[in-house]
């Protein structure tokens, strides 16, 4: 393990077992704090996630741009010390923390029994939103996780997510996604963060007026197992309550060759996500390229 290995692992632990004892007013001027200094500091993170803003609010001035970019590590650095703390939270504190709408799309479904699967782009805390389904809903539910170097921080990840109820699947490894269809097929729950490709051979979509690509993991599951495939946007405001909205189910199409379905339903699922990023930009945490446009070729998304 390279010592930069060691550095990150390091710092993640140090958050996950320090951090989740702070007081909570403490975390969150923690958080405040660092979003603020790395922010003033502009690396290479906090440029990139200006030059995404600059997609999602065209014609915005540079001072707007860099509002939005401040709130945004704000939110960003919200998001990690809400991780950092969600072990230590009580059931009552996870079950008060996020207030859904349209919830009803997500229960019919499974009652229905024939399986679900949530989409959501980087908005907000998704592994708040998951915790409060396994805890408020008494709901397990699989996903799959971005395998990280080094090795440890991964595993890290994993027992994180699993303490909070979840099933982690590795990314890489090609079996993911049969496991995933035969939890789909017992009625279960599937939850994937799917705005940004990881394999470089998604789908192409337009988002938000250019070309981006997209997971087709989403479409196909659905297509696949006759999973009901319904997008989920998160937001913050002023108060310690995380919002969303599940949004009605994206059908698939009644003709068409399997590749012609999963763009149309791909397609469908961007243009929910830009909806929610749209109105709460500064809660979309995407500090990595993301358009075709941005991205170089030959090492692919970054």
Not at 17 to 32: F, H
Not at 206 to 216: H, N
Not at 262 to 286: N, R, Y
């Amino acid at each position: 393990m390279s010592a930069a290995d060691r550095f990150a692992d390091a710092l993640y632990g140090l958050g996950w077992s320090t951090v989740k004892k702070l007081p909570e007013p403490v975390a969150v001027r923690l958080g405040r704090t660092i979003a603020d200094a790395a922010w003033k500091r502009r690396g290479k993170g906090v440029r990139r996630l200006e030059a995404n803003y600059a997609r999602v609010v065209p014609g915005a001035s540079p001072e707007r741009l860099a509002e939005l970019s401040r709130a945004g590590m704000r939110s960003y650095l919200r998001y990690w010390m809400e991780s950092f703390r969600l072990p230590a939270w009580s059931a009552e504190r996870v079950r008060t923390g996020f207030d859904p709408k349209g919830l009803h799309h997500l229960t019919e479904g499974l009652d229905s029994g024939r399986g679900v699967v949530l989409a959501l782009p980087h908005l907000a805390n998704w592994d708040l939103a998951g915790a409060w389904v396994t805890t408020e809903l008494e709901t397990p539910f699989t996903t799959v996780a971005e395998r990280l170097k080094p090795e440890s921080l991964y595993d890290r990840f994993v027992a994180y997510r699993e303490g909070l109820g979840m099933e982690v699947l590795p990314h890489s490894g090609g079996a993911a996604f049969g496991t995933l269809a035969r939890r789909l097929r017992d009625g279960g729950l599937v939850c994937l963060v799917a705005d940004r490709d990881l394999s470089a051979s998604g789908v192409e979509v337009d988002f938000f007026g250019e070309r981006a690509r997209m997971p087709a993991g989403p479409a196909l599951l659905a297509q696949q197992t006759g999973a009901l495939l319904l997008p989920v946007t998160l937001w913050y405001d002023d108060s310690p309550v995380m919002r969303g909205r599940v949004h009605p189910p994206i059908e698939v199409p009644a003709s068409g060759t399997r590749a012609e379905k999963t763009s149309v339903m791909t397609q469908a699922l961007a243009d929910a996500f830009a909806t929610g990023i749209a109105a709460h930009p500064e809660d979309w945490h995407m500090l990595q390229r993301l358009w075709l446009a941005d991205l170089d070729p030959a090492k692919g998304p970054s």
